[in-house]
T-cell receptor
Framework: EDQVTQSPEALRLQEGESSSLNCSYTVSGLRGLFWYRQDPGKGPEFLFTLYSAGEEKEKERLKATLTKKESFLHITAPKPEDSATYLCAVQALVDSSYKLIFGSGTRLLVRP | NAGVTQTPKFRVLKTGQSMTLLCAQD?????MYWYRQDPGMGLRLIHY???????AKGEVPDGYNVSRLKKQNFLLGLESAAPSQTSVYFCASSYTETSLYTFGSGTRLTVV
């Protein structure tokens, strides 16, 4: 069964304290892995897409990496405005069409 | 640039009542999706559409119906609401099945 698991469920950091979020997956027919940011009361907002093992993408304080079994979202020197829920999703072939399968997210709180 | 607009934003229903959630997109996207988001479970696909006049079942379709009479609109209906349908509902659209999804801001539905 296709599955996406994110850890930890919640993470509290002090401003400037770097850390990583994990997304592990077991899917067949993986086409790509997506990271989204979701603020309270809003829809997911796209951050990155990764397509192959070894690929890395960066945006400001965020860097996403991909291996054959998992992806990491590294947050370097976070600021309070980075507080949000971070969602991982894999695009996989399900019933002859590509679908996004989401993890349950990591709630990040960055304290000043 | 409105993107994906969902109405209403909030709704409280009594058990057994019916309602329709509206999703409208102005990006000429072919694909549209309805997800529900519950605590600890991530986003789960309810129904989707690959073009005007088409609909298909997702992971959790029971208790919901959809229609796509116009390309820009995707309606989600609850014929007889149940407390288990209390959730936040998100609509998304994409140009193709593998292109980036754009999400709406969600509808928070409570069934009492």
């Amino acid at each position: 069964e296709d599955q996406v698991t994110q850890s930890p469920e919640a993470l509290r950091l002090q401003e400037g304290e770097s850390s990583s979020l994990n997304c592990s997956y077991t899917v067949s027919g993986l086409r790509g892995l997506f990271w989204y940011r979701q603020d309270p009361g809003k829809g997911p907002e796209f951050l990155f897409t990764l397509y192959s093992a070894g690929e890395e993408k960066e945006k400001e304080r965020l860097k996403a990496t991909l291996t054959k079994k998992e992806s990491f979202l590294h947050i370097t020197a976070p600021k309070p405005e980075d507080s949000a829920t971070y969602l991982c999703a894999v695009q996989a072939l399900v019933d002859s069409s590509y679908k996004l399968i989401f993890g349950s997210g990591t709630r990040l709180l960055v304290r000043p | 640039n409105a993107g994906v607009t969902q109405t209403p934003k909030f709704r409280v229903l009594k058990t057994g009542q019916s309602m329709t959630l509206l999703c409208a997109q102005d990006m000429n996207h072919e694909y549209m999706y309805w997800y529900r988001q519950d605590p600890g479970m991530g986003l789960r696909l309810i129904h989707y559409s690959v073009g005007e006049g088409t609909t298909a079942k997702g992971e959790v379709p029971d208790g919901y119906n959809v229609s796509r009479l116009k390309k820009q609109n995707f309606l989600l209906g609850l014929e007889s609401a149940a407390p288990s349908q209390t959730s936040v509902y998100f609509c998304a659209s994409s140009y193709t099945e593998t292109s980036l999804y754009t999400f709406g801001s969600g509808t928070r539905l409570t069934v009492v």
